[in-house]
Each structure stands twice: as C-alpha cells, then as structure tokens.
C-alpha cells in the first residue's frame, strides 16, 4: 500500500532540488509534517558549505544532504543496499561541522547510522572495515595490538586510548608527567578500546560488547576520576555510554577540561606566536569551542593567530575515510593545513589523531600538554 508521504519523495527524487527547497520552506513553516530524514533530503543544502568532504570533493552524492538523499533511498528501497550505494555515507567524517548551517541542527551522521547499521546487520561491509572489526574482536585495540601494559591503581585514571597508545606512547609518557606536575597521583590500566570505531562503521552490537567490556574494567579500578587525550574517548564515554545504558562510574575529563580548572594558577609565559586547531569531538560533540583559544590566552605574552576557518575536520574523524578513501581523507588535512598556515607555523591541537593527520607540510603540531610541559619545565 502506499505511504503517506510517496507524493513527496516522487517529487524530490533525487536530482529535483529546487521543487525539494521549495518544498523545505513549507516544512519550516510547519505546512508540512515529515520525518527528520526526509526533512534533511529536501534541504537546499547549504551545510555543504561546511562540510569538509564537500569543499574538497566537490560531489554532490557526498555533500550532506546527498547522504542523506542516498540513505532516505535507500531506506525506502529505491536504491539497493550495496557497496556503490554505501561508499557516498561512509564518507561523511561524523565531524558535524554540517548542524552548523542546518536550520533544524540535524546531524547527518545520526542519520545516516541506521543504514550503516543494516548493511552491517545484512553483512554487506566493506574490506577495509573487516579488519578493524576482527582487531576489537580479538585483541580489545583497533590496531590489533593488545595492551601490554600493567594495572595501576589510585584515584585519577588517566586513559591513553588507542591511538596514543599505538602511535604517540611519548605523549601517554608527557600527560603523565604533566598530570603529576600539577599534583595528581595518576595511574593507567591495561585498556582496551571504548569501542568508537565500531559505532562509526555501524557496527552498534561489537560498540556495545567493546563498550562493557571497557566500563567493567574502569569501573573495577575504583577510579574517581578519568582523564583522557583523546576527545573521541571523552565524548563515548560521557554521551554514547549513557545512550546505550552503559554505567561508567568515574567522572570523564578531556585534558584540556582539566587544564581548564587549574591553568590560571600556573603562570605560564612564552614569546612565541601560534595557531590553533579545534578537533571536532572537543569542540561541537563535547561543546568546548572556546576552551583551547582560552587555554593559549591564559599564557602570557604568547600571540595567538586566528586560523582561516575556526572550525574544520582534519580529515581523519569518524574512522571510516582515512581507510575507505586515505587520499580523500589526505587532501582534506591538506586543506586545512593551508588554512593553519595563514597563522604560524607551529599549531596546538588537543587530540592525537588530528595531531598525526596534520603534522608536515611546514607546519609543527603539537598536543596541548606538551605546548605547556615546555614552558612548566623552563
């Protein structure tokens, strides 16, 4: 029988935009009553303008509201669920950079999940994916390399996550010594991943199962408190864990949270001139736009040059791009790169992944803790 709303999607289709921006007005006006997917496949589009895909790509499959076309299509059957299908959705950097311009502040990404979560469901997922699933299977580590280290014990647990742990140990060994600096008694476990990458690539069960798996063992150290470099881990812990009805006990801080509390008593100064780069999951996930500008201007005499745009992907987020398409995901951080160059040479990041996709190219980028742990050691 058909739907309600087949008229609509008839119309819009997929290449009859303006009849569908046409359409978006009414919607807005409240002459219409449609789901929120449908509302975003109407759209003019105008977050394309905010998209990082979308600036360096230039497709209009992979804008965000192409996405979201592609996946109400396929939702109602008008497309299949295959890989060609697929590839548009995975590019989409879980970055929301796009609810920026949304008049609704949809994220495309929270729309485009359930897709990606059939296609897994149905065991229609891409190779280079696979791996990344075995990895959290077998070893607990998206890299497949299980953690070696000892468990600690104490009050405030710092949590390195995988990519620290894998690819910046001396930044796990800086944080330490930081943390220590500034008075904390601070340990680490043995961790295994809080399950991030399988949410991204819609595979929701293995987050789960990661996901127990990882607030059994926190909550088993009788930590108060948890402290993380990475964004990504403090935004799984502190919104998806809780979705999904897992209890993590410790309270979660980013590190620059931390910095946050105590920094001005640190009397900081340095001559030097830098710019800056917001990760994403700090700034728009975890609602921290302000809070690393603030951190450089609590040291003195530093100057601090506005980036080009405030707020852009490193190309590397949302864990499917860099291993879909690694040389899309490149010419993205090479984009914003060149936007980083307008203000200095040297960029202060506050995340180990966008720290790794941006770092050459003539710039030096450095993790906030070690920006501050030179001055503190002067």
Not at 90 to 95: E, I, R, S
Not at 274 to 302: D, M, Q
Request: proline fraction near 4%; charged fraction near 30%.
């Amino acid at each position: 029988m058909p739907g309600k709303w087949d008229w609509l999607k008839d119309e819009i289709g997929l290449s009859n935009l303006l009849t569908g921006g046409r359409m978006l007005f009414k919607v807005i006006q409240g002459k219409l009553s449609v789901d929120d997917l449908t509302k975003c496949a109407l759209c003019p589009n105008m977050c394309r303008h905010a998209c990082p895909v979308s600036i360096v790509e230039g497709r209009e499959t992979t804008s965000p509201a192409g996405k979201a076309r592609v996946a109400l299509m396929i939702r109602e059957g008008r497309l299949k669920l295959d890989p060609d299908n697929l590839e548009p959705l995975y590019t989409c950097l879980g970055c929301d950079l796009c609810t920026l311009y949304c008049p609704f502040e949809f994220s495309v990404a929270d729309f485009i999940r359930p897709v990606k979560e059939e296609a897994v469901s149905k065991g229609v997922v891409f190779e280079e994916f696979r791996e990344v699933f075995e990895n959290l299977e077998t070893s607990g580590d998206v890299y497949g390399k299980a953690d070696s280290g000892a468990d600690g014990s104490g009050i405030v647990l710092y949590f390195r996550g995988c990519t620290v742990r894998n690819e910046r140990p001396e930044l796990a060994e800086k944080t330490v010594e930081f943390l220590r600096k500034l008075g904390y008694d601070v340990f680490t476990v043995k961790e295994t991943c809080c399950g991030l990458p399988a949410y991204n690539l819609g595979n929701t069960e293995l987050f789960k199962k990661t996901a127990r798996k990882a607030a059994d063992k926190l909550n088993a150290t009788g930590a108060e408190l948890i402290v993380t470099s990475c964004p990504s881990c403090a935004y799984t812990f502190r919104v998806l864990y809780p979705k999904y009805g897992i209890k993590l006990k410790p309270q979660v801080l980013h590190i620059t949270e931390l910095i946050g509390e105590v920094i001005t008593g640190l009397k900081l100064s340095s001559e030097g001139t830098v710019t800056y780069h917001n990760p994403c999951k700090l700034a728009i996930h975890l609602g921290e736009k302000e809070l690393l500008r603030s951190l450089l201007e609590s040291v003195e005499g530093l100057e601090i040059r506005e980036p080009r745009r405030e707020l852009f992907c490193c190309g590397h987020g949302g864990s499917a791009l860099s291993r879909l398409k690694p040389e899309l995901a490149e010419e993205i951080a090479a984009e914003r790169r060149e936007q980083l160059k307008d203000g200095a040479t040297r960029v202060v990041t506050a995340c180990p992944s966008c720290e790794l996709a941006l770092n050459g190219d003539g710039l030096e980028v450095v993790d906030i803790v070690e920006f501050l742990l030179e001055m503190m050691k002067k």
